[in-house]
């Protein structure tokens, strides 16, 4: 019997990558995990700790989207 191997090419790898890593964000910002950063206090930088959580989400994904696209352009 032949054994099915499944290859993948390596931007299909990167596009794999950066879809898991936009749904890990988006993880962080709804409910079940969300409840971990929505609460008042600590205060970060002047500003409550539940908009400290969403803005360092959205600049982790910010970070990501660079970094994928780096990572693409070196493949072009």
């Given amino acids: 019997m032949r054994k ?3 290859k993948m090419k390596r931007k299909d790898k990167i596009n794999l990558y950066f879809f ?3 749904i890990f964000i ?3 910002l709804i409910f079940p995990i969300y409840n971990i950063g929505n609460r008042v206090e600590p205060f970060i930088f002047g500003i409550p700790f539940s908009l ?3 803005i360092a989400c959205i600049l982790i994904q910010f ?3 660079l970094f994928f696209l780096f990572i693409d352009k070196e493949e072009s």
Avoid: E
């Fill in 4 to 6: 099915i191997q499944l």
């Fill in 20 to 22: 898991l890593f936009s």
């Fill in 26 to 28: 988006l993880v962080l």
């Fill in 52 to 54: 400290f959580w969403i």
């Fill in 63 to 65: 970070t990501g989207i």
